[in-house]
């Protein structure tokens, strides 16, 4: 059963949105304003209407901020008067457009993803304009706008974007010469941007990038010298340029020719590069993700935020540059506070050894060692921040063991970049490297170097290497097995992991120690631990005390006295009590977040192990939402969600979802197996929009994905409920689909089929099954099979999805195509199905077309014959040269004449290459009226018998060319012999049996009598209706007769 459509709401002009989508609220405003101007101006002249307008504003500030914005809303929505309301926009603002530049600002940084084609177009016009008019202020939109082109991104969007803005650039460098800080940050970005358009179609865009860029570096280079060593960097990327390599050859050889300032290569390379431009290469999206994850995501938590990153951003092979940017703002501009970097949050050199482990190529991977050595080549600890060099050698310490393959090549990168960075200064770069390993030891990053430069796990030569390199720091004789990590003092930078995971960037499962290391370990203290299954092994009791004392007395009490109780049922009226308090109280962000840690380390222990009962019952799913955490559920469940309360609590949650990303599924658990939340299910859409991932669909994916991994029963069970309630997030793409098909077993599919056959769950509809089914192609052999079961148990017409045909290759989608052949021989061949199996290309090895037609011509000639009869005649009636065209413009299969002609022939070849042709056919009488035609029905293939088919075939051969007929020779004398069998009438005596065309060569000379029998009706067939002139066939001839 199709799910019941949502209620349609009126879909605003500005930004895009879904049905579940709450109204924005500054498209809401935007929207008011509009009302008021135009309800100020309606029917007026346009003199009267600016009259209006402008004493309007004067009557205070709120009337002026109306009419601005209403005014800036039709600019962007109303292309057809754009300019007349910017006229009147500049006529009526008094505030040198303040009022405007913020609102373009806040919609760039917080909505420009969610803009409506029109109003982006819109914008950029606007920005124009502005900087036309010389506007003040109109620098800092320009610049963060630059910060919305992404990198590694060649979208149509995005280039429109980055080329739209160059115009700009360039069409006011006036104005931009009056801006240094613009200056450099358009250098900055278009530098960066000439790497990802490379292709041959995007050359147009790339030549003008190199122009703007070349003229501003010449013209001002001053200017540009603040970027500091960066520019170098991003010159060193674009070197092979021509005109880039004759600006190489002056910054080498002649620098006061580009300034006076400017004495060489060296004083950019010391210069450290402004957060402010490594900032401006990711775009607001990017940056409040990568903030996120280094500030709210507990370590060992990370994976699924990763893998929705990559997704976003990572995926194509252009985004391989894009690392280098997250690398460098990773960095220089994610410096984390003693608080984050001494609590269990993500660090940063997670994240930056997760990032080079995703990288495919090699140049890519080169750049990204780069990216993150960049600082250490020209490290001053007098000027350089201790922060910018921490990550690397992190990365290295950390993955010594679990992935000494990263530490080997960043160990072996370090050794060779000193020598071939830039070989004139190779004193300089070592002198850098040594400065950084020296301030790494000061302040205490590691203790010591020696088990890392000189452990058994890297390869005897880089070992070598590392001693001749810096022999100050191998200076241990026995290297020990682990590597330790002294106590810290209170320094501004120190980044204590004794207890984090070293595996975590990477996206394998739980892994086990050799037994060597089992040993060696026994009566240790672990040093590390691997999160599927940290929690099973760990029997330590919560710790809390860092977050009691941001609690008052009152609310301190009661989380002491839940962590001192143990049993369930106290527990529970105790959380009931800290329910109520929060509800009570005045609670601030500080004291929300602290609550949300003491109870995500209090309640732990409630989410290991399965949440779904062994036997599900009434009574052991109410048993089961019983806990203390429920507590939370239930009362927001009981509330009304104009209750002051339930924001709170929602906040509440939201705060706890944060430290303990299980309770998203533990809350959809709830929600269908508690009787008191029966018909609640959408309180999940106010608690996704109420955390920070802010989206329904982002977050139900999150949660599906993360029970998927932990409880694969209770992904069964929710899956029902989660398709039926959100039915637009489920059924519009195949992600949901694809995380269950992966992990279930055959059980588990056949509950989901008889859940689909009672109606209880819908997983496909019509308007977007195809694109599903076509998803499901690169997945795993039993993923599709399920895939295809699951579409099978539901009641959509095979004709919905019979597209798909066109995608599916013989060898690379075998599964696809051997459930399409099975369901297609339980259905009667309609029009679409017969054109779709013929538009298939013709392969020897690629039996799915003939099969399919053997098997319709076997059960429904007649319907089959009626259907390939319009084919040929549709197809034969178009211009050969359209045909050929049309074939070759799309990637898909297109349908040719030529194509059915070859289809029919290999049918032709299957049904007589039978032993017995005629047991398909009518059996042959001993005596029969018309003797002629009963032994040519013997003869012919059955689907051949067809008198639509033949005729069609004869329309063919008269029209088509001495090429097509020489090669379907066999095919159209079927169709002859039709004919002949038409024109012949009655004999008395029956003729032998005859055979196919191709058996019949060579065969012996015809006698008198046959040869005039025939030369007779072909005379009699030219008297009585003109036809074609045929084709004389080699080795033909007559059949021969018996006599009675």
Known sequence: MEPAPAKAKPQGRLLVSTQLDAKDELEERLERCVGIVQSLSNGLSERE????????????????????????????????????????????????????????????????????????????????????????????????????????????????????????????????????????????????????????????????????????????????????????????????????????????????????????????LTARTSRKFLACRLTPDMETKLLFMTSRVRFGQQKRYQDWFQRQYLSTAESQSLRCDLIRYICGVVHPSNEVLSSDILPRWAIIGWLLTTCTSNVAASNAKLALFYDWLFFNPEKDSIMNIEPAILVMHHSMKPHPAITATLLDFMCRIIPHFFPPLESQVRQGVFNSLTFIMEKRVLAHLAPLFDNPKLDRELRSMLRERFPEFCSSPSPPTEVKMEESSSLDMDNHVLDKDEGCYDNTEAAFSDDEEEVNNKGKKREFRFHPIKEAVLEEPADITPWLDQLDDTMKEKVLQLQKTSDAETQCEVMQEIVDLILE??????????????LAELFRDHFRGDVLPEEITEESLEESVCKPVCLIFRNLVTMQEDNSGFSVLLEMLAELYQKQPKIGYHLLYYLKASKAANGKMMLYESFAQATALGDLHTCLMMDMKACQEDDIRLLCYLTPSIYSEFPDETLRSGELLNMIVAVIDSTQLQELMCHVMMGSLVMFRKDSVLNILIQSLDWETFEQYSTWQLFLAHSIPLETIIPILQHLKYKEHPEALSCLLLQLRREKPSEEMVKMVLSRPCHPEDQFTTSILRHWASKYDDTLGEHVKAQLIKNNNQPRKRQSLRSSSSKLAQLTLEQILEHMDNLRLSLSNTKNNCEYTLPRPLIIDDLLIADWFCLSPPVFTQTPILQALQHVQASCDEAHKMRFSDLFALAEEYEDSQAKPPKSRRKAPASSPRSRKGAAPPTNNEEESASSSASEEEDSKPKAPKRKRKGSSAVGSDSD
């Open 49 to 268: 209407a600016n009259d209006a307008l402008t004493a309007n504003v004067c009557k205070g500030p709120l009337q002026h901020e109306e009419v601005c914005l209403g005014l800036f809303s039709l600019v962007l929505t109303e292309p057809s008067q754009a300019q007349r309301c910017y006229r009147d926009l500049t006529l009526v603002n008094r505030d040198g457009m303040n009022v405007i530049l913020v609102k373009i600002n806040q919609i760039l940084m917080e909505k420009f993803l969610k803009l409506q084609d029109v109003p982006r177009t819109q914008l950029v016009w606007l920005v124009r304009e502005l900087v036309k008019s010389g506007m003040m202020g109109a620098d800092g939109v320009v610049m963060t706008l630059l910060k919305q082109i992404a990198g590694g991104d060649i979208s149509t969007k995005n280039l429109w974007l980055a080329e739209n803005v160059l115009d700009i650039l360039q069409e006011q460098k006036e104005w931009i010469s009056k801006s240094g800080m613009l200056i450099a940050m358009s250098v900055y970005t278009y530098l960066r941007l000439i790497v990802d358009h490379g292709a041959p179609t995007l050359l147009t865009l790339r030549q003008k990038e190199v122009d703007f860029c070349i003229g501003m570096l010449r013209e001002k280079f001053s200017e540009c010298l603040i970027i500091g060593r960066d520019l170098v960097r991003l010159l060193q990327n674009v070197a092979r340029i021509p005109e880039m390599e004759l600006l190489w050859r002056d910054m080498l050889h002649n620098p006061q020719a580009l300034s006076p300032q400017f004495t060489g290569l060296l004083q950019l």
């Open 585 to 598: 109280e005045d609670f601030d962000t500080e004291q929300m977040s602290a609550m949300a840690s003491c």
